[in-house]
């Protein structure tokens, strides 16, 4: 492999690593909270990417830039986040992890039959967001639109460790997840933090929509099953419910992904997918998870 | 200022608790002994909120507890450290303490610096993961987490499990001393020696009923304690 195949290839790998982590996060902290896997969490994905779909043009008529649509596709992902929460997953949340498991994957195929009768089974193609040149550095073409995607995705990850380090939403998202009854005798409500977490998540998400509709500009109603399950994946590996693993494993699944596409196109999935589970093999709670039963 | 009626507990079709009243009154230590399975801990959960009671009143400085959102009753300055501790393992020492005043956070270094004059430990280890603390070290965490939300009374519950018999000494000591400070405790203990030297009055728990109440003096020469607590 030449140097600037590796450098350009590593470059994508972050791309999509960034990606996967972010949506990854949603995932994670969602388990934190109530120890259930939100199956709908990848649609969230594909609602944010329509947002940006629709308002994009929008954006671009009162001559602003088209990246600014990211906002209201945030507000709409949180929206749809917190609804989903409210509306089904509130009631099952004493039935038990299976129903709650179930209703997530019925929100799951609701939401992509939803987008179908709305806006059709037809790929919808997404307006350029960025229009960056591509600049030289050390003889490799380094493309800055997918720079500058891999820094929206770190200042995010940043803006959110310093959010659950220093503010006391954060500092309650934190608590919540170790200890229920401590965080409530602290004063802690806890709706009020699951609510603030599928918010956030939601955000991410919609961020995460705008990165990956940057680089891939087609949209379509089932897109978020796909993302969603590496993203899932790259949270296990990375340790669920652990917030640096989430990113970890993003990025690494990202990598992994690119790099093997690299040398055996056909067969990138399988081989990620392999990995995937070789590293589950050997540590079971993940890369940053440790090695302890649940806590009764 | 704490007053209980007629608390009635079940879970699903257990009846744990039948009909339990007790009153603790500003400035006193109470204590709730019994065995193990007796009740005690479910007594304490259901005034904080933390599980639900079928019927019966609790009243806190004249606020009605069920019908307090649980994680509202800390603003009414009653704290609960909880049997087990449970500390947040996954922070640091001074987050711990910082958590315990979320509910208000006014004055919250002066609070923070009178705790650590309290348990210098705590202070030495103030960066350190709670998780890695000390049995021992751990209960000094889960009472300053306590004193941080500058509370008017604390439900204690078993503050000696699992530690050695010179650690107990020093957290009986410490409790007597935030007594001294006019912070009211009903305090439920295995510890029956122990929890009724310190005592201003006690209530002996049996199966979910209060058998003997009284002077906690007198109840360490009652023969049915000695008997059934004291192991004499």
Not at chain 1, 129 to 142: A, E, R, T
Not at chain 2, 26 to 54: F, H, M, P, Y
């Amino acid at each position: 492999m030449t140097f600037s195949l590796f450098i350009q290839s590593l470059i994508n790998g972050l791309n999509q690593g960034a990606i996967y982590a972010l949506i990854a996060l949603g995932y994670t902290m969602v388990y934190g909270i109530i120890r259930m896997i939100n199956f709908a969490h990848g649609d969230f994905i594909m609602i944010g990417s329509y947002t940006l779909f629709y308002t994009i043009p929008l954006m671009i008529n009162v001559g602003m830039p088209a990246w600014l649509a990211v906002f209201i596709s945030i507000v709409v992902c949180s929206a749809v986040g917190v609804l989903v929460e409210v509306i089904a997953y509130k009631p099952v949340r004493k039935a038990g992890a299976m129903s709650a498991l179930i209703t997530a994957m019925a929100m799951s195929l609701f939401l992509e039959n939803l987008a179908m009768l709305l806006f059709g089974a037809k790929p919808h193609n997404v307006q350029k967001i960025f229009s960056l040149p591509s600049v030289n550095f050390l003889g490799v073409p380094l493309p800055l639109n997918v720079i500058l995607t891999i820094v929206i995705g770190v200042v995010m990850m940043l803006g959110l460790q310093l959010f659950i380090k220093k503010t006391k939403m954060g500092k309650a998202m934190r608590a919540v997840p170790q200890d229920r009854d401590a965080s409530i005798l602290a004063g802690i409500n806890v709706n009020r933090v699951i609510t603030y977490t599928f918010a956030i998540g939601s955000a991410l998400a919609a961020v995460a929509a705008l990165m990956y509709c940057a680089k891939y500009p087609r949209v379509t109603n089932d897109m978020g099953s796909m993302m969603g399950i590496k993203a899932f994946i790259a949270a296990v590996l990375g340790g669920i419910g652990i917030i640096p693993g989430a990113m970890l494993g993003g990025v690494l699944v990202g990598l992994i992904e690119i790099f093997v596409k690299l040398f055996a196109p056909g067969w990138y999935e399988a081989i990620t997918y392999a990995t995937l589970i070789v590293i589950l093999l050997v540590k079971p709670s993940g890369i940053l998870g440790k090695n302890v039963g649940e806590k009764v | 200022m704490l007053e209980v009626k007629n608390l009635e507990v079940s879970y699903g079709a257990v009846h744990a608790i039948h009909g339990v009243s007790l009153q603790v009154r500003d400035g006193e230590i109470v204590s709730l002994i019994g065995a193990n399975g007796a009740g005690k801990t479910t007594i304490l959960r259901t005034i904080s909120g933390l599980q639900k009671a079928d019927t019966g009143e609790i009243t806190f400085d004249g606020s009605d507890l069920r019908k307090t959102e649980p994680s509202r009753i800390i603003n009414l300055k009653l704290a609960h450290v909880p049997e087990g501790r449970h500390i947040f393992a996954q922070m640091t020492v001074e987050e711990n303490l910082e958590m315990g005043a979320f509910a208000d956070v006014k004055d919250m270094a002066a609070t923070m610096a009178e705790v650590y004059e309290r348990f210098p430990r705590l202070k030495e280890r103030r960066r350190q993961l709670a998780g890695t603390l000390s049995g021992g070290e751990q209960q000094m965490l889960a009472v300053g987490r306590a004193l941080m939300g500058k509370p008017k009374m604390i439900l204690m519950d078993e503050p000696s499990m699992g530690l050695s018999p010179l650690l107990v000494k020093e957290i009986f000591s410490i409790i007597k001393e935030v007594n001294k400070q006019g912070i009211t405790i009903l305090l439920v203990e295995q510890n029956a020696k122990m929890a009724l030297s310190i005592s201003n009055r006690a209530y002996v728990l049996e199966t979910g009923d209060i058998t003997i109440e009284g002077d906690a003096r007198e109840l360490l020469k009652d023969d049915r304690v000695r008997k059934a607590y004291l192991g004499q």
